[in-house]
């Protein structure tokens, strides 16, 4: 029950600084819901949409909600339950960010969360039967990565992994079952899973800009864990293999070789990102997230169109 309490308590009281302000403002509102992490799963579900193979006349409808849906919605809820979780150890990060800075005041950055999900439930319920179960499970995916007793963020391996998913694996899948109005076939789903699960190198990039302030609160990410040579290492790893499956997949099983020839020449490009990015990791993580980033999900396109013609089905 004590353990109940307190973790019940880690979720809702506010510990901000005090602010003569009562309302949060709409510019620190669109700060908080970072528009700049909007791109990837908003990329992901039109990659899922063209991958489908369906033609996009009499679909528009259904393709501009889920892109709306998949970033400004989810992806934005999703940063706010993140910065409501994480406002201690952004005190200690980023003290300039909306809710330690006291811009967002009080409770303001858990309520905007929770209506956005609700929100999201809503709007995702124009998508159909795919789309609705989609959004439902992205709701629960975001707030088991922020918020106890779950925050699978603490752990270098779970939160990576179900950030990659989430941003790239299930806005692709959705966008491909809401076009189709069905199931997607097999290669979809595994490129777009070999997608998701590159992503985990991705998001791991992301986590050296936190590495003081998530060594003071207990958060194991694997820069934290391994350092940040040996973080850098095993996210180029992870980066690079699922790219080579699906090089391999498209040039040897799928007949398509000139796709597959695109794919490698970007992996070719990332390979030489990924060599300076190694020379000083956590001085050049921003840096490879604005070049090596783009050629990743550059080839996340390529694979879209390559998929979308072939004929094998569930």
């Known amino acids: 029950m004590c353990k109940l309490k307190l973790t019940v308590m880690s979720v809702t009281t506010d510990l901000t600084p005090p602010s003569a302000r009562s309302l949060p403002d709409l510019r620190s509102v669109l700060t908080l819901l970072k528009p700049i992490t909007w791109f990837p799963p908003m990329w992901?579900?039109?990659?899922?949409?063209?991958?489908?193979?369906?033609?996009?006349?009499?679909n528009w409808a259904l393709l501009i909600v889920g892109v709306v849906l998949a970033g400004p919605v989810v992806c934005g809820m999703s940063q706010a339950a993140n910065d409501w979780c994480d406002r201690h150890v952004d005190a200690i990060n980023e003290p300039d960010r909306p809710i330690p800075s006291g811009r967002i005041p009080g409770r303001w950055g858990l309520w905007i969360a929770m209506?956005?999900?609700?929100?999201?439930?809503?709007?995702?319920?124009?998508?159909?039967?795919?789309?609705?179960?989609?959004?439902?499970?992205?709701?629960?995916a975001a707030w088991a990565y922020s918020a106890e007793p779950v925050r699978l963020k603490k752990s270098g391996w779970w939160g990576p992994g179900l950030v990659g998913l989430s941003y790239e694996t299930l806005p692709w899948f959705t966008g491909a079952a809401v076009l189709a109005a069905g199931a997607p076939g097999?290669?979809?789903?595994?490129?777009?899973?070999?997608?998701?699960?590159?992503?985990?190198?991705?998001?791991?990039?992301?986590?050296f800009k936190a590495l003081e302030g998530d060594r003071k609160m207990g958060v194991n990410s694997l820069p934290v864990t391994l350092g940040p040579e040996r973080a850098a290492?095993?996210?180029?790893?992870?980066?690079?293999?699922?790219?080579?499956v699906v090089f391999a997949l498209l040039y040897f099983v799928w007949d398509r070789p000139w796709h597959g020839l695109v794919i490698a020449i970007s992996l070719i490009a990332q390979f030489y990102a990924m060599q300076v990015l190694l020379r000083d990791p956590k001085a050049k993580a921003p840096w490879y997230n604005g070049v090596g980033v783009v050629l990743y999900v550059s080839g996340m396109m390529v694979t879209a169109f390559a998929v979308r013609t072939l004929e094998v089905w569930p």
């Open 233 to 244: 290492k095993l996210a180029c790893i992870v980066m690079a293999v699922p790219q080579i």
């Open 115 to 140: 209506a956005m999900s609700i929100f999201a439930a809503a709007l995702g319920l124009t998508l159909g039967p795919w789309g609705f179960g989609a959004t439902l499970v992205a709701i629960a």
């Open 186 to 207: 097999w290669p979809v789903i595994i490129v777009a899973v070999l997608y998701g699960l590159g992503a985990h190198g991705i998001m791991t990039l992301n986590d």
């Open 44 to 58: 992901a579900y039109l990659c899922g949409a063209l991958s489908a193979g369906v033609a996009p006349a009499g």
